[in-house]
């Protein structure tokens, strides 16, 4: 039953072939059996789990109607809010925060009967890319316990990788959903920015900053993308049905595109390792065996990504994080002598030191004498890259590219040198900046037994057939059925 | 101490609360002494993951009010973040606009005395939200009430175009006037919907040369007279500053001082503008406001005529006196009232009169506004046009008002019901005077001797047909009779 | 080379970002925020004169709700997560320096 996708799963509950309550009886034995060392919980909640299963199952056998995912176990990524326990953010600021509202998204998988089953750990505020900024867990790729699940959606990753929930919700500011689900071996999709709703999402880099699924299958990733998308009168930013309608992703999903033009950015992917280039020319020859047609395309401002992503991410987060001060909620420091002391010992004692990093640097780049040179500068620099792929999609249906230059790297590796960090996420970050969607999908694994991701973006609001795309490539190959070795522990 | 020749230079920064129903970026409810936190949800206490949406009405009031200041409004305008730290801001920043605010460049006319206007120079007009309430006087630690967190406030910015405090008090009463013209705020100073700051400084004549004083901001203004006080305060302590120490203006010497209202003297609250350090920067979650279009035109429609304007126009049109156009104009409803009676046909200066002296009276005594009154303006038209023609007198006007607002009856109706018609009949009229002048033989003989004598008795002789009946004769018919009959 | 960010600098944005550091702190982060600066600093290879900054990318604008009011929290569930309170206020040291305002 674990090699069920989400959407199997689903509808096996509601044919009444399999009872809910057992498919998340099965995954909390999973979680009690492998979390304590995966790690990609920060918490669970059985109870609620089995109640909502039950509900599920009573209604399905009294023949009542039941939401898309009914009955399907997934996790959310702790930065989600939830009136349901605390929303920490892996930070310890907010450790004991009890949101009053659910998130928009929280909503949507509720209203659609989706069971939650925990919410899974990240990088502190979403901020890293191998979940070792997590303030309160640490969490490790299920392929490799030695190795990061990558981050900042390393939880969400894990979790999915781990069979610990059919699927799950991660956010992605700057490569945050695609790079762990590819240093997992899973599926992740970021959506175009405005897509799905942000509200409830504790902010980051607001406008960098989309939810979107980690899941097994493309299949599946449409499903959970069909019940988070569309307009949400509380965010401003999402956008609405005229705009952009919200098509139903699984409906043409087998259906390969026609005339397929994939575009390749050799010059830019140079820098990736051997066996992940391998890899990416690999998957492009399962394209051209399926008749798409590659062509070579150079985006000439691809390489400054990273640098305006630190910028304009970071400067973002300074303001987004100002509010976590010691007053209205969270961490307060013991005896402040005055209530500047609150402020300054309060986030100082429950920042992590890359939160604090980021918060720095931002404030510097908006601070007065800098902000033209580096905020404003970032902000020109970001116009160059969406024009980028401007020119760029008018030639080509996607571009591919690799999701990471290395496979899941070792924990503790980069922890200390933060601008290698940062330039870990050199394939991702564009597409944040230019607001298109992005997905990663599994394409093969290193000598080392890791599984490598392969990226693919599209024009923004083009999920719909970037999905097509992928599937495409999933359909023809088996790299999503391997599951990590946890898997023998269980048999 | 020499004597100095000086000019004054105060410009202002206010802050009007809009009266939406509710918050700018949220939908809680806009109030006024509530429990505290009770008018707040995660949006306004800035919780972790929640979102502004802004409130259409604000944005039509602030633009509207932008308008009426004559400013040029932006077509493209947009939300920044101004961050700074304190316990009443909950996300420590305020969602507000800088480089683009929503109108710039405009002015204000305001009344300098007999019959002239001055205009004032607005460099800016914007939206933002306003901060919460930090309380000191629980102890030793500070409370914070976050009710009023996010309401929307328009931020007007002023030129140094102001020479006196009368000037400085002008725009102000001009201002709340105009916002309550409008209908975009109920601009009450004590519940502080206007928030006044001035900038004030001098420039001194000195052995010929000219000499700027530090600027110096006051705060803590509750009232129109206070910031009146302060403003004169402020004028003679720079003076007698500069006169001592000789200091001006130089960059970041701009000191803030508040106000005291008990002593009447502002005290040093901040030495020197400490340099903050907003960090600016465009609102990533609101979108961008296109003021153009059909939109703006709607916008647009909402202006009235001014009350500035309003008030020289009843001057210049009707002949009334500075005074009463100015007890008219104070509020948009009564100066309508006013308009429309003129216009269904009542004299103007006796509108003037019947609505200053009884109905204002009578507005006031029941709390409310004339129009409140229940009266129509065409009643009002046709009490006037009564006493006009003598169907009345003045004096019973003023029953008859007040029974129309108690009765909702037409003016004829009532002036007949209580008996307040003048008699009018030339040949009853007649008759009486007859026996008037019958009975008092002496009187008619004094008339007829001219002099100092002959007005006083010919007041007499008509005082006594008066008595006859009972006030109910027409004065002017009566006085025509015994004109004919004197000679 | 001298750092991109001296000491200096790195405890006034430090002071900005209300965070109070240690010395070794201060020593950590300005060496590595020089690193990172070093790095940003290849942005100015782009010419980008004419370029407009680009702080969105939607297809938005005027997106707006209509003044209707919705229910409060009510000061019980607002302070629910409150560190500290007195009565129905967030209770903080005494302020003293009234000094900031909208
Ligand atoms: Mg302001
Ligand atoms: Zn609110």
Redesign the interface.
Request: aromatic share 16%.
């Given at each position: 039953m674990d090699e069920l996708s989400a959407r199997q799963l689903r509808e096996k509950i509601v044919a009444g072939e399999v009872r809910s309550a057992e498919a998340v009886a099965k995954v909390f034995e999973r979680i009690e059996k492998f979390d304590p060392e995966v790690g990609a919980y920060i918490s669970t909640y059985r109870d609620e789990a089995f109640e909502t299963a039950e509900d599920v199952d009573r209604r399905v056998s009294a023949g009542e109607a039941v939401g898309v995912l009914a009955g399907v176990p997934v996790a959310i990524k702790d930065?989600?809010?939830t009136t349901f326990g605390a929303?920490t953010?892996a930070s310890k600021i907010?450790e004991?925060?009890?949101?009053?509202?659910n998130?928009t998204v929280v909503e949507k998988l509720l209203a659609a009967d989706a069971v939650i089953v925990g919410k899974a750990n990240m990088d502190e505020f979403a901020m890293g890319s191998s979940t070792e900024n997590s303030a309160l867990k640490r969490t490790v790729n299920p392929w490799d316990a030695n190795r990061v699940p990558g981050g900042s959606s390393g939880g969400p990753a894990a979790a999915v990788a781990g069979r610990l929930c059919s699927a799950a919700l991660g956010s992605d500011t700057g490569g945050s959903i695609r790079q762990p689900a590819g240093f997992c071996g899973v599926v992740g999709l970021k959506p175009t920015?405005?897509r799905v709703s942000?509200?409830?999402?504790?902010?980051y880099?607001?406008?960098l900053d989309q939810i979107g699924p980690i899941t097994r299958t493309v299949d599946d990733c449409a499903l959970m993308l069909g019940v988070i998308a569309g307009h949400d009168?509380?965010?401003?930013?999402s956008?609405d049905e005229q705009?952009?309608h919200v098509p139903d992703y699984l409906e043409k999903l087998d259906q390969p595109v026609g005339n397929l033009k994939i575009a390749n950015v050799p010059k830019f992917n140079e820098g990736a390792d051997e066996q992940v280039r391998a890899a990416l020319d690999e998957a492009l020859d399962v394209y051209r065996q399926l008749g798409a047609e590659v062509l070579d395309i150079e985006m000439p401002?691809l390489?400054?990504a990273?640098?305006?992503y630190?910028?304009i991410a970071t400067?973002?987060a300074?303001?987004n994080l100002?509010?976590y001060?010691?007053?209205?909620?969270?961490?307060?420091t013991e005896r402040?002598?005055?209530?500047?002391?609150?402020?300054?010992?309060s986030?100082?004692e429950a920042?992590g030191k890359e939160v604090?990093?980021r918060?720095?640097?931002g404030?510097?780049a908006?601070?007065?004498g800098y902000?033209d040179a580096?905020?404003?500068?970032?902000?020109?620099?970001?116009?160059?890259i969406?024009n980028d792929f401007a020119d760029a999609f008018g030639e080509c249906n996607c571009i591919v590219m690799p999701v990471s230059p290395t496979t899941a790297f070792r924990l503790g590796d980069k922890i200390d040198d933060?601008?290698q960090m940062?330039l870990s996420d050199v394939y991702t970050i564009a597409a944040n900046l230019?607001?298109i969607p992005g997905i990663s999908i599994p394409c093969g694994f290193d000598d080392k037994g890791l599984p490598i991701g392969l990226q693919i973006l599209a024009p923004?609001f083009g999920e719909a057939e970037l999905l097509r795309i992928a599937r495409m490539f999933e359909a023809n190959t088996d790299w999503h059925k391997k599951a990590p070795p946890l898997e023998s522990v269980d048999n | 101490m020499e004597d100095l020749a000086y000019k004054v230079m105060v410009g202002l920064e206010i802050h009007v609360q809009l009266c939406t129903r509710t918050k700018m970026f949220c939908g809680c409810a806009l109030g006024f002494g509530e429990d505290a936190n009770s008018r707040v949800c995660p949006v306004c206490l800035g919780m972790p993951g929640v979102l502004p949406v802004m409130n259409k009405e604000a944005v039509e009031y602030a633009v509207l009010a932008a308008l009426a200041l004559n400013c040029e409004i932006a077509e493209f305008t947009k939300w920044d973040r101004k961050s700074y730290y304190y316990p009443d801001l909950p996300k420590n920043y305020q969602i507000s606009q800088y480089d683009l605010p929503l109108g710039a460049n405009g002015f204000i006319e305001i009344a300098s005395g007999s019959g002239q206007t001055k205009r004032i120079r607005i460099t800016r007009a914007h939206l933002e939200e306003d901060a919460g309430k930090n309380l000191h006087t629980a102890g030793d630690f500070s409370q914070v009430d976050l009710n009023r967190t996010g309401t929307p406030l328009l931020e007007i910015v002023t030129e140094p175009d102001m020479s006196s405090a009368a000037e400085v008090r002008a725009l102000a009463v001009e201002l709340q006037r105009m916002v309550r013209y409008l209908g975009v705020s109920e601009a009450d100073m004590q519940k502080g919907h206007m928030r006044f700051e001035p900038n004030i400084n001098l420039v001194v004549t000195k052995d010929g040369a000219e000499y700027k004083t530090p600027i110096v901001e006051v705060k803590n203004l509750n009232s129109f007279r206070a910031l009146e006080r302060s403003v004169d305060f402020e004028i003679g302590r720079q003076l007698g500053e500069f006169a001592e120490t000789g200091e001006t203006m130089q960059m970041g010497n701009k000191s803030t001082r508040g106000w005291d209202d008990a002593k009447e003297v502002t005290v040093l609250q901040r030495e020197k503008e400490e340099a903050h350090d907003y960090r600016y920067f465009p609102e990533p979650d609101l979108v961008p406001v296109e003021l153009k279009g059909r939109w703006l035109k709607d916008v647009r429609a909402g202006l009235c005529e001014l009350p500035l304007k309003k008030q020289m126009r009843f001057v210049s049109e009707y002949g009334l006196s500075e005074y009463d156009a100015g007890v008219l104009t104070a509020e948009r409803s009564t100066a309508e009232f006013f308009d429309e009676a003129v216009k269904a046909g009542g004299d103007a200066k006796r509108v003037c009169n019947v609505l200053t002296q009884v109905g204002l009276k009578l507005a006031n005594e029941k709390d409310c506004s004339i129009v409140e009154l229940g009266i129509e303006s065409e009643g009002v038209a046709q009490l006037c046009g009564m006493v006009e023609a003598g169907d009345i007198s003045a004096s019973a006007s003023a029953q008859v008002f007040e029974q129309m607002a108690e009765t909702g009856k037409k003016p004829d109706v009532l002036a007949r019901e209580l008996n307040l018609i003048q008699k009018s009949d030339a040949g009853e009229l007649e008759a009486i005077v007859n026996k008037v002048l019958a009975e008092n033989a002496q009187a008619v003989e004094d008339v007829a001797g001219g002099g100092k004598k002959s007005k006083k008795a010919r007041g007499f002789l008509l005082g006594q047909v008066m008595q006859k009946t009972e006030g109910q004769a027409n004065p002017k018919v009566v006085s025509e009779i015994l004109d004919s009959k004197l000679g | 080379m001298p750092e991109r960010i001296d000491r200096e600098q790195v405890t006034k944005v430090a002071k900005l970002s209300r965070l109070e550091l240690s010395e070794a702190e201060v020593a950590e982060f300005t060496g590595q925020l020089s690193a990172i600066l070093d790095y940003v600093e290849k942005m100015n290879e782009l010419d980008t004169t004419d370029i407009e900054p680009l702080a969105h990318c939607l297809p938005l604008s005027n997106v707006f709700r209509e003044d209707s009011v919705k229910e409060s929290l009510g000061t019980e569930k607002a302070l629910a997560n409150a560190p500290q309170r007195d009565g129905p206020f967030f209770k903080v040291p005494k302020i003293l320096d009234e000094s900031f305002g909208a």
């Open positions: 930065n989600m809010c929303t953010c907010l004991n925060f009890h949101s009053p509202y998130a920015y405005g942000r509200f409830g999402l504790v902010a880099g607001s406008s009168p509380s965010d401003s930013t956008v705009t952009a401002h390489d400054y990273i640098a305006a630190y910028v400067a973002e300074s303001s100002a509010r001060d010691g007053v209205h909620y969270g961490h307060r402040p002598r005055d209530y500047v002391e609150v402020y300054s010992k986030r100082a920042f604090k990093r918060i720095m640097l404030t510097y908006l601070s007065s902000y580096y905020y404003l500068k970032a902000l020109k620099v970001r116009n160059l969406r933060p601008l940062y230019a607001g923004a | - | -």
